[in-house]
């Protein structure tokens, strides 16, 4: 996939936004496996919030790019033994799956900085490779992460299957939107449900996707 432009992306999640009748989503720039200049290169052009895999390859930037200002997410599994490295330099953590990472993480969050935002991973497609809570599972995490003052519970975040099929794919971004917005009505912050990324954003857009995560589309293909 070649890269597109910061502006033309941005236009085109608009408009996917616009044909759906919904709010334009936030993007997150996935910028796992590139350098510091990369990023810097993008948040030159307005960039603020991106997306890292691993925790020290994301530190390692984090701290050369401290002085830019840049909002940064967790979206890759987190091990627990990583746990208070992440508490301590993301500003969010996409991938919360299970209770364990939330009490290393709200015991790791430094004191001076605002409370960590946190999404709630779920396995939509219950995939045997990907990570993630089950759907049922979610109210009761939620529960744990609400109780706990250092985190702010914002809401949820999947990878669905990457089916062939049009109508597979949506299913999976609609039972995303339904737990969603069943959290939402019972945890007033709650206001983000990430999901969509460069090959199918428009339609995790159309079903209701807050915010996508988005790293070929805007890099170009990893090599």
């Known amino acids: 996939m070649s890269a597109l432009p910061l502006s033309t992306l941005l236009l ?3 408009n996917a936004a ?9 993007l997150l720039a996935v910028s796992k496996t590139q350098p510091a200049s990369a990023v810097a290169a993008l948040a030159a052009q307005g960039q603020r ?3 890292e895999n691993y925790v020290q390859e994301a530190v390692a930037k984090i701290e050369q790019l401290v002085t830019l200002g840049l909002e940064w997410h967790l979206i890759g599994h987190l091990q627990s033994n990583k746990a208070e ?3 301590r330099n993301f500003d969010w953590v996409q991938s919360v799956d299970r209770a364990k990472l939330v009490a290393a993480l709200a015991a790791h969050r430094p004191a001076d900085r605002d409370a960590l935002n946190v999404l709630i991973q779920v396995n939509i497609d219950d995939e045997g490779s990907k990570h993630g809570c089950t ?3 979610v109210p009761a995490l939620a529960a744990l992460i609400a109780e706990q003052p250092r985190l702010r519970l914002r809401g ?6 990457p089916w062939p099929e049009a109508e ?3 299913q999976a971004f609609e039972r995303m939107r339904g737990l969603f917005d069943a959290l939402a009505v019972r945890y007033p912050q709650v206001d983000t449900l990430s999901m969509g990324m460069s090959a199918d954003y428009a339609e995790a ?3 209701g996707a807050t915010m996508v995560r988005v790293g070929s589309a805007l890099f170009g293909a990893r090599h």
């Open 18 to 26: 616009s044909a759906a009748g919904r709010p334009d989503p936030l």
């Open 85 to 87: 490295l992440a508490a």
């Open 135 to 137: 759907p049922e599972q």
């Open 156 to 161: 949820l975040m999947a990878i669905p299957a």
């Open 168 to 170: 597979r794919r949506v």
């Open 12 to 14: 085109n999640l608009h």
């Open 205 to 207: 857009i159309a079903h």
């Open 49 to 51: 919030a991106f997306g």
